[in-house]
């Protein structure tokens, strides 16, 4: 399939599309970005003697919270999951409560409403972002609504701008799942950023920025970032309370109140602190992929991927729809795929069709058609950094002669 594209990478070291289908190169659905630098800093990580929760992880978190905005505290954690469970207990969400969370997103984000004993009020999403919107939190918010997480679905910014004047209005807490969406911005502002109760962010093995495992929480709240960092770590303080304990010296403690095993130990920060110099960079090349691809499926029964032109996508995943005329179901599209040497995926299964979720609420597709809808057909091409021009094309080349069947 031949396509017009500006500005190609250096594809010297890649052998052709004909090579690669006569050789049966797979095609990975992702590789991370990891280079001599990030090897070097771990290895003098290892080498120093401390390995866990130090230095380098308070400069990993300095580093991020300046590379989102000014004013800004970042804790890193365990993981995005941990971040999330960490930001809803610091703003006191517990039992009676509920939390508004989109069906369609990983399962983390309503567990962790679940962990904190709250309910999931679950709300579908806009079929034309795959995103949840105002008019659904509105529909949603009730006398016991204290919060809900927005999820930047695939890397598209949520229209903030829309949800946070309401949310402020009602007094419900805006607690942000930008575990897609490292670096995005919405009308020139960053994500995580924006005046919400915190933004968490994931660094996990498949993410725009990894860390192998790992998370991190940026607010604007001193008292929230407090709370936070302290219940990451067993509820423990130090060193504040030496007029109170008659002196005790620095290497003492306090546990406050019982807390969770959440830090992030410096090997992973030293991998981080590497990834955030060229975060950037990763991003724009993600994003001229994502360009390559949506030229190049344009005339394939399928629905490209949701973008918007006042946001700056961080192109975390890039998913289609198998239109209708597609006769193939996406179980068997994948498999044929796989049997070409690609590696595709799905993007998520709604929580509402989950059978602990299903129950609970007795809950129905019907109540979600959006995010039912898409399930049935969505489909999540391969997309990383490193990926070439020629692997785009033998992607787009196997899965033509599938869907045109």
Not at 77 to 89: D, W, Y
Request: hydrophobic residues 45%; neutral net charge; proline residues 5%.
């Amino acid at each position: 399939m031949a396509a017009s594209r500006a500005a190609p990478r250096d594809d010297s070291k890649v052998v052709s599309i004909a090579a690669i289908a006569h050789r049966k190169i797979t095609v990975p659905f992702f590789v991370p970005a990891i280079g001599d630098a990030e090897i070097n800093a771990v290895a003098r990580c290892m080498k120093s003697g401390w390995l866990t929760t130090g230095a380098l992880c308070a400069q990993f978190e300095r580093e991020f919270a300046a590379n989102i905005g000014p004013g800004l505290t970042a804790i890193a954690v365990s993981s995005a999951t941990a971040g999330l469970h960490l930001a809803l207990e610091a703003l006191g969400i517990g039992p009676g409560d509920e939390v508004i969370v989109p069906t369609l997103t990983f399962a983390a984000s309503a567990e962790v409403v679940y962990a904190v004993g709250a309910d999931v009020r679950f709300v579908d999403v806009d079929p034309a972002t795959l995103n949840v919107t105002v008019s659904a939190i509105k529909a949603a918010a009730g006398p016991k609504t204290k919060a809900v997480i927005v999820v930047h679905f695939a890397g598209l910014p949520c229209r903030l701008d829309e949800i946070i004047p309401f949310c402020e209005d009602n007094g419900i807490a805006i607690v942000e799942d930008c575990a897609h969406c490292f670096p995005g911005a919405l009308h020139g502002i960053t994500i995580g950023s924006w005046p919400t109760a915190a933004a968490v962010f994931s660094f996990y093995a498949n993410k725009s920025l990894t860390t192998g495992e790992g998370g991190m929480i940026v607010t604007h709240s001193k008292s929230i970032a407090d709370r936070c960092r302290m219940m990451r770590l067993h509820g423990i303080q130090r060193a504040e309370f030496n007029d109170q304990d008659g002196g005790r010296p620095t290497w003492d403690y306090d546990v406050a109140t019982p807390g969770f095993k959440y830090n992030l130990p410096d090997i992973a920060a030293a991998i981080g602190i590497e990834q955030l110099k060229r975060a950037q960079d990763l991003r724009e090349q993600r994003a001229r992929i994502a360009a390559l691809y949506s030229e190049m499926l344009a005339d394939l029964p399928v629905r490209i991927a949701p973008q918007s032109k006042t946001a700056r996508h961080g192109w975390h995943l890039f998913v289609v729809e198998l239109l209708r005329t597609v006769t193939l179901s996406r179980a068997e599209v994948i498999k044929l795929l796989a049997e070409a040497g690609v590696c595709a995926s799905m993007h998520y299964r709604p929580l509402h069709q989950m059978s602990f979720w299903r129950h609970r609420y007795s809950l129905r597709d019907s109540e979600f058609p959006a995010a039912s809808a898409y399930y049935e057909r969505c489909l999540s091409l391969p997309l990383f950094a490193t990926m070439t021009d020629f692997q785009v094309e033998y992607v787009v080349e196997k899965l033509s002669d599938i869907v045109k069947r």
